[in-house]
Nanobody, 126 residues
């Protein structure tokens, strides 16, 4: 799977951005899709994911502000980000995994994902 993320930019605190990730290659619907972010000097961290079964989960800090959706017909996954805060500033990556899947599992670790997009910068000014 090849992944291409887009939609990043500069926004003021309280604003919104919508990131998109287009996938090509293997069957998109058979993959769990995740969003991660990496701020300068920090490790890459989990933001949220939507499983191949449509189960959605988020890290606590974005839970009430971000929304993930997928469109299997278009091979895309999106991340709608509202009420952005300066702490959300990071490079955002979409990722895909096709390994073992169980509906009750939550795949939040970098090493659990097989494919990565190139990242898109999100900068939130105060």
């Amino acid at each position: 799977v090849q992944l291409q993320a887009s939609g990043g930019g500069l926004v003021q605190a309280g604003g919104s951005l919508r990131l998109s990730c287009a996938a090509s290659g293997r069957t998109f619907s058979n993959h769990d899709m995740g969003w991660f972010r990496q701020a300068p000097g920090k490790e890459r961290e989990f933001v949220g994911a939507i499983s191949r079964g449509g189960i959605i989960y988020y890290t606590e800090s974005v839970k009430d502000r971000f929304t993930i959706a997928r469109d299997n017909a278009k091979n895309t996954v999106s991340l709608q980000m509202n009420s952005l805060e300066p702490e959300d500033t990071a490079v955002y990556y979409c990722a895909a995994r096709s390994g073992y899947y169980h509906p009750s599992s939550r795949y939040t670790r970098v090493r659990e994902y097989d494919y990565w997009g190139q990242g898109t910068q999100v900068t939130v000014s105060s």
